[in-house]
């Protein structure tokens, strides 16, 4: 890896794809010319690249000659055929899709909890799910200082996780009520507006949902914790930005509320709440790379047990963030060699 | 108790007394006469009962004489003061406010799981809160087929339980956004439009909000198991009406999810969604008495779990509805004798 890298974003005029430009823009990453490609409806478009002004292509397999990290920002099946092309240019990719994350030769990184694994990667490098990105790191440090024995999550997802089709849709669905219309009904199967939907992906014969299990092995794979023992009920609400999540965690060994404050106080990723009556809000976290946590309280109901509330921007830390992060991380270990 | 009581409600113009005064209407009960009594802002306003139009009048210390049923939907402060002049006038109270819930000597009642407790009243009988009633008769049916060991409740409750105002804070504050106008914030102390607030009633120094406890307590009470091992996080959604619960179960004994989805289809007060496909929401729940249960999975993080989803309208079940209801039981069981 060239310490001034040439860095793509593929997908790039899509929610999670606009947000890696602007992460880059903001984390200053030094490259020697950053590439944006897209699909044809979006060929031209400007976007401001540090100080360049860098105009959208068109992607197709031959982009990424001379291409040295691919970011992308792409659906599962997109990432399935152009992803190889990519390496196969030479390009190592980090990769946001769900397509790559659970095989055994692609690291899986949220760099606070296991950077140790990038150098790993054969070519690429799976940004994991939005939902995943903010829980890992709690619960790292609750399993490096108490054991986990067990965790019980319900999320409260926002609609930009399903893209920016569900944001119009909210939005207009919204509007409908309140003037009557007719109400726009493309980007969800059920009515979004005042309206929670207790289904994100498909859902499986067992009644599992896709989000869920990606929650629960992606967790896995990060914490390199095979056999922890977690189950998740994954939740779209009305809300634009961000996702909150209700987690439950069992430990081991006992962990007070107030160890737990001063350990997460200790990572630089997380944002904690130590006042009870102070706690995050999706709106708090919107727009920010925060991982915020509050409502952190004892769990009576067994002998060690913790109940918090998780909250962050699933554009930002959720995505595009944690994405720039690893391909930082990525020149950072390249240059030390 | 007389065959045909007279039954006076008791804060009649607020969003749960008004549903009771439509619940009685709908349940057709017998009655020699419905008197409404409200504060003097709404004296005059005039409800169909029945045949009959009837005038609210103003609640003062003498409003019960001749009363034999008084259902109370007013704050905890209101029942503090007029239950016990209710109760000396010779009326049986049903009061919806947290005021008498814990008391050892007021049955705390949802028909469908402790009616057998009803006529141990001295005077006074608590309707559960909203998010307990609709949880209780599941868990009940879970508890007699295989031993409850721990629950894990996450809330996604409705701004209706909140009041007039807050439904009309989540509807002006949307509009103000869309306007960008100046947002109206009385009602709750956070934004709601388009936000989730993990906070319902005051948050205690140990972290637990109120609204949590009264869930962890009153099921306690209501199941007879003052041990049962529970535990709760209440979140505000921006949902006008229907509180959806994410229930975690873990059992001492086997019962698979065609098991519960059998037991739970054996009680009337309750609709099953047995294709993992469909599920309830608040949409399908709002304005009716049923408590909807789906996303029935196992949860293969113990050896005997499941997760549900749980949804109920908080006005009609999860308040009116219950109260008519135990009026309905107090009624019949007076006659048998």
Redesign the interface.
């Known amino acids: 890896m060239r310490t001034n890298p040439v860095i793509a974003v593929v997908g790039a005029t899509g929610l999670v794809g606009s947000e890696m430009v602007s992460v880059l823009n903001e984390l200053k990453l030094s490259t020697s010319g950053v590439r944006l490609f897209a699909s044809e409806d979006s060929v031209g478009e400007v976007y401001r690249v540090g100080s360049e002004e860098v105009v959208v292509e068109l992607l197709s397999e031959e982009s990424f000659s001379g291409v040295d990290i691919a970011l992308f920002a792409t659906s599962a099946e997109l990432s399935a055929r152009f992803v190889p092309l990519a390496v196969k240019a030479g390009a190592v990719v980090i990769d946001n899709s769900s397509h790559f994350r659970m095989q055994s030769d692609v690291p899986l990184i949220v760099p606070e909890v296991n950077s140790h694994l990038i150098s790993t990667h054969h070519g690429i490098i799976a940004n994991p799910n939005c939902s995943t990105i903010q829980l890992v790191p709690v619960l790292n440090a609750i399993q490096r200082a108490a054991q986990i024995k ?3 999550v ?1 999320t ?1 997802q926002s609609v930009s996780g399903a893209g920016k089709s569900a944001l119009d849709e ?1 939005w207009g669905q ?2 409908a009520i ?1 003037n009557q219309r007719e109400m726009p009904r493309e980007a969800f199967a ?2 979004i507006a ?6 994100i992906d498909v ?6 949902s896709h989000e869920e299990l990606k929650i629960i092995d992606e967790s896995r794979k990060i914490l390199e914790l095979p056999e922890l ?3 998740v ?1 994954a ?1 779209r ?4 930005h961000s996702h ?1 999540e ?1 987690v ?1 965690v069992e430990t081991a060994t006992a962990l007070s ?1 107030a160890q737990l404050v001063e350990l997460l106080k200790g990572r630089p990723e997380i944002r904690v709440y130590e006042d ?2 102070e ?1 995050p ?3 708090d976290a919107t727009g920010n790379d925060d991982i915020h946590v ?9 002998p060690h ?1 913790l ?1 918090l ?1 998780i909250v962050s921007d699933n554009l930002r830390k959720g995505a595009a963030t944690n994405a720039v992060q690893i391909a930082q991380a990525l020149i950072a270990s390249s240059s030390v060699h």
Request: aromatic letters at 12%; one cysteine or more.
């Open positions: 067990r965790v019980v319900s409260y909210l919204t509007l309140f059920h009515q005042f309206n929670c939907i207790p289904q859902i499986n014969d067992d009644g599992y023992r977690i189950t009920t939740v609400v009305p809300v634009l909150a209700s439950n509320p009870p009556r706690f809000m999706q709106l509050g409502r952190i309280r004892r769990d009576n109901s067994v047990g109940n509330w």
